[in-house]
């Protein structure tokens, strides 16, 4: 079955902290990867995507992902946060281009 | 702003009654989306369309579940004779490269069944 999984619901962090969070997939076919944000009552925000090529991917707001084929895994991280990066991440695999499966989430908590 | 949006933003009603939400896409975007999210976990997959035609439909939660998208531009959702697990916030988003998928989000429609 394709599913996705984010390793952590919650991580907390302090400011200017480096933070990763985690996500795997289950899939037997090539896909596309997404990292989304969700701020307080707002629709989601693209961050970064992987479709082919460098597996290191770098997005918006300081954010970056690596996609590793053989662990199937799609980690997101951010050398140093702010606490504006508190939010929920989700990440999202999309098959055959009309399904996209989204994680649970990872609520990213800053602290001063 | 040239974004995906949504109206209402907010839905209260009665156990029983019917609701329609509707979604305006990027307007030279074909694909609109529909998902639903429950507190605490990710959006998930509805339906869709490729301009008018609704391409996937089996995913929708069940028969009370409807979507149309009549003149290829705009999109309603409609939940017939709500319960109270329909709560949840409604999202729609919209695409144009079918290769990757990329999707534009609206701010949602949360729905509370009372």
């Known amino acids: 079955a394709q599913s996705v999984t984010q390793l952590d619901s919650q991580v907390p962090v302090f400011e200017e902290a480096p933070v990763e969070l985690r996500c795997n997939y289950s899939?037997?076919?090539?896909?596309?990867l997404f990292w989304y944000v969700q701020y307080p009552n707002q629709g989601l925000q693209l961050l970064l995507k992987y479709l082919s090529g460098s597996t290191l991917v770098k997005g918006i707001n300081g954010f970056e992902a690596e996609f590793n084929k053989s662990q199937t895994s799609f980690h997101l991280r951010k050398p140093s946060v702010h606490i504006s990066d508190t939010a929920e991440y989700f990440c999202a695999v999309g098959y055959n281009n009309n399904d996209m499966r989204f994680g649970a989430g990872t609520r990213l908590t800053v602290k001063p | 702003d040239t974004g995906v949006s949504q109206d209402p933003r907010h839905k209260i009603t009665k156990r029983g009654q019917n609701v329609t939400f509707r979604c305006d896409p990027i307007?030279?975007?074909?694909?609109l989306y529909w998902y639903r999210q429950t507190l605490g976990q990710g959006p998930e997959f509805l339906t869709y369309f490729q301009n008018e035609a609704q391409l996937e439909k089996s995913r929708l939660l069940s028969d009370r579940f409807s979507a149309e998208r009549p003149k290829g531009s705009f999109s309603t959702l409609e939940i017939q004779r709500t319960e109270q697990g329909d709560s949840a916030m409604y999202l729609c988003?919209?695409?144009?490269?079918?290769?990757?998928?990329?999707?534009?989000f609206g701010p949602g429609t949360r729905l509370t069944v009372t």
């Open positions: 899939s037997s076919v090539s896909v596309y």
């Open positions: 988003a919209s695409s144009l490269d079918p290769r990757g998928n990329e999707q534009y």
């Open positions: 307007s030279e975007h074909n694909r």
